[in-house]
């Protein structure tokens, strides 16, 4: 017993030690990514919301408005899904995620689908955005007039992945409008989302939504992570004629968001069985989600970093085991990322999602030491790199995309 308490010490300093190397010893660094909206998409009741209107990055949570403009592009008859998309050298150095595509190469509509709702390929983003928009800057200039034409006003976008950009914003309540417009507008392609793995080239990768798998009614739809964002969900689930959206930006973990998101998502469905009080109409929401709008607990818990299951802060280790260990802290910055992996292997996540947090937490590591769904890392710029502009491509400005859209 004396022996845990001692490697329990040992690990809590050296996770401690960990926060304070990379900035993160505070858990307001964490809550400030924070935000979270639920809606039912029949009646466009909000049933939840936290900061649902400050601005976030939206990591990989973008690939669905890029997958939205593909389908546009498929239903409109511009794009088949049998159609080979050609791979430029400056998609091939997308960072990972990625399928590690090779310049000159070719993957298929239907291929390059598959591979962003599960794989949430950066590369295959990029071939994408130069198909339909001939460049990946042009085409995000045409995803944020979609996104002002859907009724997203705060989000804007300058790339097609997620990868890290400070000018890429968005908010709880535009990426609800989001998905509920990939819902209604796509609803024959919806099922994508559900799709619980794709194989590529000997390889097969499963969804990173393990909501699918785990919360009745869940059927969609897209992940997301970067360590300026922290970890994200998009989600939509349907019972008994009902359907909400529930989407939560700034997790600390991918398993402390999953949680919660599912929490969401039950208190959603357990609002509609409540009695309405005619007296006080909202009664029935929070009586729903008292436990998120509570002043006991912390309405960012999602988003404070955990350790063992337990925010970081509140774990006090006895006063006994740790005399003579203050040295532990001065460890080389090495030895600690080890410790942190270990104790996060063996007592919390499993090894993928170890391997998402020491990116969060602890810098990033080798690509092929791990899987991690969002890359942290600026796409390489070549000079007078290949940019593919297909024959047919829209032959229209951005400014004349715009007049389209909103009927000018």
Do not use: C
Not at 62 to 87: H, Q, R
Request: cysteine-free; aromatic content about 6%; glycine content about 6%.
């Amino acid at each position: 017993m004396r022996q845990h308490t001692w490697g329990l010490a040992i690990r809590t300093l050296a996770v401690a030690a960990m926060l304070v190397v990379t900035g993160l010893s505070a858990p307001a660094a964490f809550a400030e990514k924070y935000a979270s909206i639920v809606i039912d998409t029949e009646t466009h009741e909000v049933l939840h919301a936290r900061n649902a209107d400050a601005p976030r990055y939206p990591a990989s949570l973008t690939k669905v408005m890029t997958l939205y403009m593909l389908f546009d592009a498929i239903n409109a008859g511009d794009v088949s899904v049998d159609e080979k998309l050609t791979v430029s050298r400056f998609a091939a150095s997308q960072a990972p995620s990625n399928l590690k595509l090779k310049p000159g190469s070719t993957i298929s509509v239907s291929d390059a689908i598959g591979a962003l709702v599960t794989k949430s390929a950066n590369d295959v983003a990029v071939v994408v955005a130069e198909r339909l928009g001939g460049t990946e800057s042009r085409f995000a200039q045409l995803m944020t007039v979609k996104a002002k034409s859907l009724g997203m006003p705060n989000t804007r976008f300058v790339n097609a992945s997620g990868l890290p950009d400070d000018r890429q914003i968005t908010t709880a309540r535009d990426l609800a409008v989001l998905a509920e417009a990939m819902i209604d507008d796509h609803g024959e392609s919806y099922h994508h989302f559900s799709r619980p793995r794709f194989s590529w080239a000997g390889k097969t990768y499963k969804n990173h939504n393990e909501l699918l798998e785990t919360v009745d009614g869940v059927d969609g739809i897209k992940t997301g992570y970067t360590r300026a964002s922290g970890f994200n969900l998009m989600t939509s689930a349907k019972r008994d004629g009902h359907r909400i959206i529930a989407i939560m930006l700034g997790g600390s973990t991918s398993k402390s968001r999953n949680a919660h998101v599912a929490s969401l998502v039950e208190a959603a469905f357990k609002s509609y069985e409540l009695p309405a009080d005619p007296a006080d109409p909202n009664r029935r929401l929070q009586m729903a989600f008292s436990e998120f709008n509570t002043t006991t607990a912390n309405p960012n818990g999602a988003a404070v970093p955990m350790l063992n299951g337990k925010p970081l802060g509140t774990i006090q280790p006895a006063a006994s085991p740790l005399r003579g260990l203050t040295t532990i802290t001065k460890a080389p910055a090495k030895k600690v990322e080890e410790a942190v992996e270990a104790s996060v292997e063996t007592d919390e996540e499993t090894a993928e999602e170890a391997s998402e947090i020491l990116m969060a937490d602890a810098g990033p590591a080798a690509e092929e030491a791990m899987e991690f769904e969002q890359g942290d890392a600026t796409p390489t710029s070549f000079v007078g790199a290949t940019v593919v502009i297909p024959a047919g491509r829209p032959a229209f400005t951005v400014n004349e995309y715009e007049a389209r859209q909103f009927g000018n």
